[in-house]
């Protein structure tokens, strides 16, 4: 009974760790000026370069603000001020053809620019906008969503 009590002990002291571990970071910060977030459930994460992206934060920019991201892949995104861009999925696994990059601008402007998955699977990249899906053909192309709440 008491190695029955130990075992149940250590993998309930071992499973949040496996949890952790699978859940990688998609990318991280490059640049931040101004004042600029990311959104991670309902909570603000200070923003700095360096700073760890994982699959659905949210990059957060204010009216002075502006940020950069790069990718594992080497994609680069950049977010001008006022905007609010949604990392919604990364994929990165080419050894075992699993490629997948979506994300969306929910509002304000952004540049992209493509990184490996693009150039290996250009179909599984997906930028979305409230009005509209682009599939990445290119390689560069810059983006704005006017708010329409005004």
Do not use: H, W
Not at 94 to 115: E, F, H, N, Q
Request: proline share 4%; aromatic share 6%; charged share 20%.
């Amino acid at each position: 009974m008491k190695i029955l009590f130990v075992l149940i002990a250590t993998l309930c002291l071992l499973v949040p760790l496996v949890a952790q571990a699978a859940e990688m970071p998609v990318g991280s910060v490059k640049t931040v000026k101004g004042t600029a977030s990311i959104i991670r459930g309902n909570a603000a994460v200070e923003t700095r370069s360096g700073t760890r992206v994982y699959r659905n934060d949210t990059l957060r920019t204010g009216a002075d603000g502006s940020l950069s991201m790069v990718f594992r892949d080497d994609t680069l995104i950049s977010v001008g001020p006022g905007s609010e861009l949604a990392v919604n999925e990364f994929v990165f696994s080419p050894a075992d053809g699993k490629l997948s990059i979506i994300t969306r601008l929910i509002k304000g402007s952004a540049v992209y620019l493509s990184g490996i998955i693009a150039r290996l699977s250009p179909e599984s990249v997906r930028f979305e906008t409230p009005v509209a899906n682009i599939g990445i053909r290119g390689t560069k192309f810059a983006v704005k969503v006017e708010d329409l709440e005004k």
